[in-house]
């Protein structure tokens, strides 16, 4: 989906009666929120990044100045393994699970399993008996893209499925006709806010997006595929 389409969806739908060419940067700021919303409440884009341990080591935070491949970063323990290909990009909304070399999952959060992982932020875990000769994945769910508010390119690529395209033109709707204001304009976000809360909570109970957390390629391993 391109930029563009969102701005024509919401420029004929939502904000058919007040939409003007100056209100450009102010609705790509209100898609970035809309985005951020949307990923984190349904499974948009979800990442795995690996993990090599290190026995002095147990707190570890998912930021790419651990990255074995930002070597501009004088971190000695680089514990994040990207590659040249595909480097950790800092996109971290919040962790939803743990698994082992093998695929499978590690316990979360648990105080009575000795090989429990805990989650002691959106972006770092804890690992209390770490073992250099082990890595694991971990796989969060990734922030949106974010969208310079003063673009001129409308051609840009937005990751987002068609089907929850209405839902953010309804959350642009509301974020802007609340800013318009006026008794009008603020019932006007309101319906707007609901009817977003409704097709979310409609993708949700349908499980379009899908539930299971894992990346592919750890459901392939776990199958025994590679």
Known sequence: MLLSQIIDSV?????QNVYTDEMLPQLI???????????SKLPVVEKQVTIQEYPQISLYKLSSLYARHNHLSPVRHKYILDTPDNPFMDDVLFITGVCDEHGFSVPLNDDNHRHSVF?????????????ENR?????YRAKPRYINPTTKKLDIPVELPEYLLEALT?????????AIGGQEGLATSQALYQRFTELINQAITDNIAGDNVMPSNIKLRMRGFI
Request: hydrophobic share 50%; net charge neutral; aromatic share 14%.
């Open 170 to 178: 309804a959350f642009i709707g509301f974020k802007a006709h609340q």
């Open 11 to 15: 420029r004929y739908g939502e904000l």
């Open 119 to 131: 989650i002691a932020s959106h972006d770092t875990i804890q690992i209390p008996n770490a073992n």
């Open 29 to 39: 700021s209100f898609i970035n929120l809309g985005l951020i919303q949307i990923y």
């Open 135 to 139: 890595a694991i994945f971990v796989i």
